[in-house]
């Protein structure tokens, strides 16, 4: 399967703390990028990171990506209850120049 | 502001009926999508447009059917519904010509249940 797989399935944190989600893939990419899910809604688009990018930042977000490991991390600073969401990585594979690959993503739960 | 719209939030229907999903974005997108999403599953790719009257199976096609004749519009029909179908669907458009971009926007999915 050329889906990523995001780790863990399930993140509860207090509020203020940081939260970090992994991304691990086996097929070579063009892109990674991650997108967060309320409850029962569509998936926003948070992020992108090209295969030749190491880190990006966006916000209180920070993606890192390490191409030989096939691994990439989302990490939010000071969370916020606002934060408790699904969040998904999804791929574009290099033999896919179009279609977007997700993973099962990963529920982060926010306590105040 | 861009926009996905999928034409119902929630859908009941009966085993058998043959079941329309349908997706109209408003950006010029040439690429559009339609995902299944389950619990433990993440998305699966059901089928993907790149052009009008374009179209390519995703990871599982089998009991869909699309529908692309206008750009802004992709519809996902059911043949003949099963209760396995019952699924949150989720519409999504990109477009490949902003060169490394190919972020997709999402609606907001319509919840079906077959029963």
């Known amino acids: 399967s050329q889906q990523g797989e995001e780790d863990p399935q399930a993140l509860s944190i207090q509020e203020g703390e940081n939260a970090t989600m992994n991304c691990s893939y086996k097929t070579s990419i063009n892109n990674l990028q991650w997108y967060r899910q309320n409850s029962g809604r569509g998936l926003v688009h948070l992020i992108l990171?090209?295969?030749?990018?190491r880190e990006k930042h966006s916000g209180r977000l920070r993606v890192t990506l390490d191409t030989s490991k096939k691994s990439s991390s989302l990490l939010i600073t000071a969370s916020r209850a606002a934060d408790t969401a699904s969040y998904f990585c999804a791929l574009l594979p290099k033999t896919s120049y179009d279609k977007v690959i997700f993973g099962p993503g990963t529920s982060l739960s926010v306590i105040p | 502001d861009v926009k996905v719209t999928q034409s119902s939030r929630y859908l009941v229907k009966r085993t058998g009926e043959k079941v329309f999903l349908e997706c109209v974005q408003d950006m010029d997108h040439e690429n559009m999508f339609w995902y299944r999403q389950d619990p433990g599953l993440g998305l699966r790719l059901i089928y993907f447009s790149y052009d009008v009257k374009m179209k390519e199976k995703g990871d599982i096609p089998e009991g869909y059917s699309v529908s692309r004749e206008k750009k802004e519009r992709f519809s996902l029909i059911l043949e003949s519904a099963s209760t396995n179908q019952t699924s949150m669907y989720l519409c999504?458009?990109?477009?490949?010509?902003?060169?490394?971009?190919?972020?997709?926007?999402f609606g907001q999915g319509t919840r079906l249940t077959v029963v």
């Open positions: 990171i090209r295969s030749n990018e």
């Open positions: 999504a458009s990109s477009d490949p010509r902003i060169q490394g971009r190919t972020e997709a926007f």
